[in-house]
């Protein structure tokens, strides 16, 4: 009798550690990340200006063949590094003290030419104080001197027991790292790079969860996320639409997936005079989509100002169009609501078009991928023809 009661006992304990064990992973409300190596390889980021002067700045001396030459200063984390410009066998030339020592001949720096443009853009290492490392990208356009950072720090983010590759980037281009100016990349596939939905702002979805950054460490070291309520994001391709609501131009407010049991889709685009008419054509296609039974919504950024001489004939007049094609859903998107509308629906610039199921299942997004090749990542966007959307949406509608 004792010992059955030993044993029930003991098996009690046990299966409360069990519960116990369950309940901390099951109530698990935030994950972490770590990033200790600093690594060159980023889009281009906030671009800022050097000032440029005739003069040195602080104690420093252009090298005696080098002519023409400017000097500036970069500053970031607080620290200052001094810049020369000049030429030299009649060719450009940028040269950065890096590690502060006064000698421009022995910091890491390389130019390589920018794609597109007979520009060379130098690559940088800035070495800090502290022994930590920046990469920036420098370039001339004519007198103005720009450049950005292009660092990611890449580590481990730990989500319960499974833990992921992943990286951060500061996107101020001043060194510090905070959460509303970071890009996350987690390698969600496993195939040891970071693909094109694998970049997050704010907001990161692992499997069925949503996670919203609550704080980094200002220097990139750490981060962690909290899990969200809410669907907060865009999903992928064949999972649910999130509920995303926004107001139109009367100021009724309008859900973009409110409409169940409706094909839907979503197109998004800047209200400028280059993009009107390219806007007029989506407009006239979704116009033709209304007879086989799809809504359209259509998120126009709106221009800051206007100075047509009679709006009613204007061709950025949000409420033209809407007058125009009066069937179609038209939601203005100001200036001061872009970031976050951006971040959420992960819209691609200049244009998105999305389509929705009537069950709010996402089928289809403009494609879009990324090139880590080199230390200029790029982004690249593949948008479809009207042609090719309206037999996708005539093939849908029969199904």
């Known amino acids: 009798m004792l010992v059955n009661f030993f044993n029930t006992r003991v098996g009690f304990i046990m299966l409360l550690i069990v519960f116990l064990t369950i309940s901390c992973f099951a109530q698990q409300s935030t994950i972490s990340g770590q990033f200790t190596e600093t690594k060159a390889g980023m889009f281009y980021t906030f671009t800022r200006v050097v000032q440029l002067h005739d003069t040195p700045l602080t104690s ?26 000049g030429l030299k066998d009649g060719k450009d030339i940028i040269l950065v003290d890096g590690n502060r020592n006064k000698n421009f001949s022995d910091d890491e720096i390389y130019a390589q030419t920018l794609s597109g443009m007979n520009v060379n853009t130098y690559i940088v290492k800035l070495i800090f104080s502290d022994g930590s490392g920046y990469y920036i990208a420098l370039w001339r356009i004519e007198d103005k001197l720009y450049y950005c950072g292009i660092t990611r720090r890449e580590g481990i983010l730990y989500v319960g027991e499974k833990s992921y590759k992943a990286a951060i980037a500061e996107t101020d281009s001043d060194g510090w790292y905070t959460k509303d100016a970071i890009l996350l990349m987690v390698d969600l596939n496993g195939n040891g790079k970071f693909d094109g939905p694998e970049f997050f702002r704010k ?25 969200s309520s809410t669907s907060v994001l865009v999903p992928f391709i064949g999972e649910t639409f999130p509920d995303i609501s926004f107001k139109e131009l009367s100021g009724k407010t309008v859900n973009l997936v409110e409409k169940a049991r409706e094909w839907k889709v979503i197109y998004f685009n800047f209200l400028t005079a280059s993009e009107v008419s390219k806007i007029n054509m989506w407009l006239d296609a979704f116009s033709e989509f209304l007879k086989m039974g799809v809504r359209s919504y259509v998120l126009l950024v709106a221009p800051s ?16 169009l809407a007058k125009k094609y009066k069937d179609i859903t038209i939601v203005p998107i100001s200036r001061e609501k872009l970031d976050e509308i951006t971040i959420r629906l992960r ?7 999305m389509v929705i199921s009537p069950d709010n299942v996402l089928v289809y997004r403009t494609s879009a991928g990324v090139v880590t090749e080199g230390v200029i990542w790029k982004h690249t966007i593949t948008m479809p ?8 949406i005539e093939a849908l509608a029969k199904n």
Not at 66 to 80: A, P, S, W
Not at 212 to 218: A, D, G, L, P, Y
Not at 347 to 353: K, S
């Open 305 to 320: 100002s206007c100075n047509c001489t009679s709006c009613e004939e204007c061709s950025l007049d949000l409420e033209s």
């Open 385 to 392: 023809t009207v042609g090719q959307i309206s037999n996708l």
């Open 347 to 353: 819209l691609l610039y200049p244009e998105t078009l």
């Open 60 to 85: 420093v001396y252009a090298p005696f063949d080098l002519y023409n030459t400017r000097f500036g200063q970069i500053t970031l984390k607080g620290e200052t590094f001094d810049v020369i410009t």
């Open 203 to 227: 907001y990161l979805k692992i499997g069925e969860e949503y996670f919203t950054i609550e704080s980094v460490t200002k220097n990139g070291e750490a981060i962690v996320l909290e899990k």
